[in-house]
């Protein structure tokens, strides 16, 4: 009997039925369980040796680790075997895609840490991650009427058997007036085994909000129900949901809440399991790093101070031990995503972090003034400014290293936001472009072309060394090479296509080209562009102006925040973009508009997968870096973008000349002296003309007025920026030009198509999570192999 076979007949004796007369959620947590069991003794060991080297703790608001049973099987290598013995069981492993994604995440910010924590256990590195277990994650999107509409994500309806509760370790965090209880769940994080070795496995450990006291039954007995349960909902609320709604006073506390609350829990927890080995915390910056994704956890920095005074430190030597331990990720040049607190909300919930906040703002200006930095430059660099504590500057000061995540991006930091910050502390300041892990976007996503890699380079090495597939550049001239790429790539585009139709109830043409953008839905991402190229094509064939059009199907897959309006009339406007084209016979087999419903990791696999363009059109100078970007790449599709966060290296890595760039790059927009968009769609009579129908009625909101608040958003701006401020009139033309180019060539030349294509796939080494974690390692985490 196989591994797999002995797996899936215990979790049928657990079930006491066969697998194929089993109900599918029962017949997950079962397996699941059966390989958790199995597993049990090396992730306990690969645990205990982390606490005994130098080791990370990765913090982050946002693990988007998606649906866990496949990648783990992969990982494990188990997956072929457990398809073989689910079909001998009259069943199909299949059937587990109605298992939820883990959404506890809402984009590249999570992704990019569930990539960490995989490469780091597929490196044998002692890394872990700290999170929020959230019981209802970010939401399920709907839409109606063309808008999205939100419900509950309620992942661990069935079970959650990937998780094991630790009571424990179970941590009471304590706000003025409230005291919570937060209850670890521990996720295993599973190193890819190849070759039969015995995998390495890191631990995920994501903290669950609960009530010390959870029924007050004397209240209750009295008749007042709602009360009796009170103190139940007021924690539980901390861990109820993914960035909750923050316009108002109340909606601010309960984020504030949730990052003390996870950053507490989890600094309690590490010193908790240093006394355990050490019986002191003396040293502990000698054995611990931890990692502060975005400014989120950066509220962890005075909760150490607190708990290292608690062990007898004094405020200067708690403060030098905290300089060791903190390391930031900043993820935005953006000031309005640079987090910054009200001094009195931070006073009102958290009494002791303020004063020790406090305290870190005046030892960070002694400093500057003993130093006789000037004023200006002080004032720039102030961690209490104007009623408000920045976060980002209180990371700079007491962390021991700051990185960018791309190279465009940490060199824009060193010259705009932290600019200050550079001038007196340049060695604080590290590049480490994103990467993602080869295992899920490749090896789990695209068995296919992962098998035609495997034939051409002699093995799978490539799934732990991405740059193994460089040398197969060569073969972009190899006719028959090509023409198997081109069916593997028909293949998923199929795949794709009978999943949307199951999954949305749309019919896509896999025999057309695939021009995917999928990404969270913000402005400075610009799929209001994307969609205005969109019209403009549509226009063109309509009036002739634009003959002996290639077909191409237009995906999106984007969930805006639910308070964010304007990003929610985008996805309205696309989605009357796509009834409008629909209605038309005159574009009927040459346009299609879908806009995917909940977007997601898995959903995410097969768009991958079957993308042939991938859109990475974000403002040059805005996006940080994507990760989108290389996971299409990976897969074989062409860029076509702007000289934005990694697309630049993308491009360096596999040549301009196989991937369409356009628009205005960082200096050139640094050098407009005035940009009137006006003025610009005054002179471009088609610009104004798709312009123009988001108040023309060429397509309706139903009267909400939320297109014309686009509308004027674009040409007299607002408040709070100026006139379309991510110059998405100005980059129009050459991107319908740049698109145009891309799908003439997708058209004409199929061979040569597919070699750009090819040659993208094969440039990807650079771009693998496990090079970036290998330089986290050495540069700055300074951890070795366990």
Not at 387 to 396: I, T
Not at 441 to 450: I, K, R, V, Y
Request: net charge negative; charged share 25%; glycine share 6%.
């Amino acid at each position: 009997m196989t591994r797999a076979e002995t797996i899936l007949k215990q979790a049928e004796q657990s079930l006491g039925i066969p697998a194929s007369r089993a109900e599918v959620h029962a017949l997950h947590n079962a397996v699941s369980g059966a390989v958790l069991s199995e597993m049990l003794p090396r992730w306990n060991a690969c645990r205990q040796a982390h606490l005994e080297h130098r080791r990370v703790c990765y913090f982050s608001m946002e693990f988007l680790v998606g649906r866990a049973v496949y990648n783990n099987l992969y990982c494990l290598g188990l997956l072929r075997d457990m398809e073989q013995a689910f079909a001998a069981a009259g069943t199909s492993l299949s059937a587990f895609e109605e298992i939820e994604d883990a959404a506890l995440g809402n984009g590249g910010l999570g992704r990019l840490a569930a990539c960490f924590l995989d490469s780091a256990a597929t490196l044998s590195l002692p890394v872990d991650g700290y999170g929020i277990r959230y019981r209802y994650g970010l939401f399920k999107q709907g839409f109606e009427d063309g808008r999205q509409t939100e419900t509950g994500d309620d992942w661990t309806a069935f079970g959650d058997p990937w998780s094991i509760r630790c009571d424990a370790d179970a941590v009471t965090v304590s706000f003025r007036g409230q005291q919570v209880r937060a209850v670890p769940y521990d996720m295993p994080v599973i190193g890819y085994a190849a070759d039969g070795r015995e995998p390495h496995i890191g631990t995920l450990r994501l903290w669950q909000a609960e009530p010390v006291s959870r029924f007050d039954f004397r209240t209750f007995n009295d008749q007042h129900y709602l009360d009796a349960s009170a103190e139940t909902v007021a924690a539980e609320d901390i861990s109820r949901c993914l960035y909750p709604n923050d316009d108002t006073r109340a909606g601010k506390a309960l984020r504030l809440k949730q990052q003390y609350f996870f950053c507490a829990a989890s600094l309690a927890d590490c010193l908790k399991k240093y006394k355990a080995l050490h019986g002191t915390v003396e040293g502990i910056e000698e054995m611990l790093a931890v990692q502060l994704n975005d400014t989120h956890p950066v509220i962890s920095i005075p909760e150490l101070i607190r708990l290292l005074e608690a062990e007898g430190y004094s405020f200067a030597d708690a403060l030098a031990v905290t300089k060791k331990v903190f390391s930031y990720t900043n993820h935005t040049i953006m000031q309005e995503a640079l987090e910054k607190w009200d001094c009195g909300l931070i006073e009102e919930l958290l009494p002791e972090i303020f004063a020790i906040i406090l305290q870190i703002s005046e030892a960070h200006l002694e400093e500057l003034y003993a130093k006789d930095i000037p004023e200006e430059q002080i004032a720039a660099m102030r961690i209490v400014k104007n009623g408000q504590v920045h976060m980002a500057d209180l990371a700079m000061y007491a962390g021991r290293y700051v990185n960018g995540v791309a190279e465009i991006h940490t060199e824009l930091l060193k010259s705009t936001v932290l600019k200050e910050w550079y001038a007196l502390a340049p060695e604080k300041f590290q590049n480490k472009t994103n990467g993602i892990t080869q295992r899920r976007w490749l090896g789990l996503c695209n068995p296919e072309l992962t098998a035609l890699f495997a034939e051409l380079a002699g093995s799978e090495e490539f799934l732990t060394d991405l740059t193994v597939l460089s040398p197969l550049g060569q073969f972009a001239d190899d006719k028959d090479v090509m023409e198997r790429f081109r069916a593997v790539k028909q293949a998923k585009k199929q795949q794709l296509a009978a999943f949307v139709l199951r999954h949305d109830g749309v019919e896509i043409d896999p025999d057309t080209c695939f021009d995917i953008q999928i990404k969270r839905l913000h402005e400075y991402k610009r799929q209001l562009l994307n969609a205005f190229s969109i019209l403009w094509l549509y226009f063109g064939i309509k009036d002739g102006s634009i003959r002996n059009f290639q077909p191409t199907t237009f995906l999106f897959g984007a969930k805006s925040a639910p308070g964010y309006r304007r990003a929610k009339a985008i996805i309205k406007f696309i989605n009357e973009i796509a009834k409008l084209i629909d209605s038309d016979p005159a574009v009927r087999g040459l346009i299609k508009v879908v806009f995917v419903r909940n977007y997601n990791v898995s959903y995410a696999e097969k768009l991958v997968a079957a993308c042939d363009i991938s859109e990475q059109i974000s403002t040059a100078g805005t996006g940080a870096s994507g990760t989108g970007n290389m996971k299409m790449m990976l897969n074989g599709a062409v860029t076509l973008g702007t000289l934005d966060g990694a697309n630049i290296e993308i491009v360096q890595a596999a040549g301009e000349e196989n991937n369409y760039i356009f628009g205005a790059t960082v200096e050139e927009l640094a050098a407009l002296e005035h940009y009137s968009s006006r003025t610009v769609m005054a002179k471009n009579p088609m610009i104004a003309r798709v312009v123009k129908t988001l108040i023309d009625g060429t397509v309706s909101d139903g009267g909400t007025g939320e297109f014309r608040e686009l509308y004027f958003a674009l040409l007299d701006g607002a408040s709070w920026h100026q006139p379309d401020h991510y110059y998405l009139l100005l980059d129009l033309p050459d991107y319908v030009e740049t698109k145009l180019r891309a799908l003439t060539d997708y058209g004409t030349d199929a061979l040569g198509f597919a070699a750009k294509q090819w040659h993208n796939a094969c440039a990807a080494g650079p771009f693998s999570s496990d090079r970036t974690i290998r330089q986290y390692a050495e540069e700055c985490w300074h951890i070795a192999q366990v």
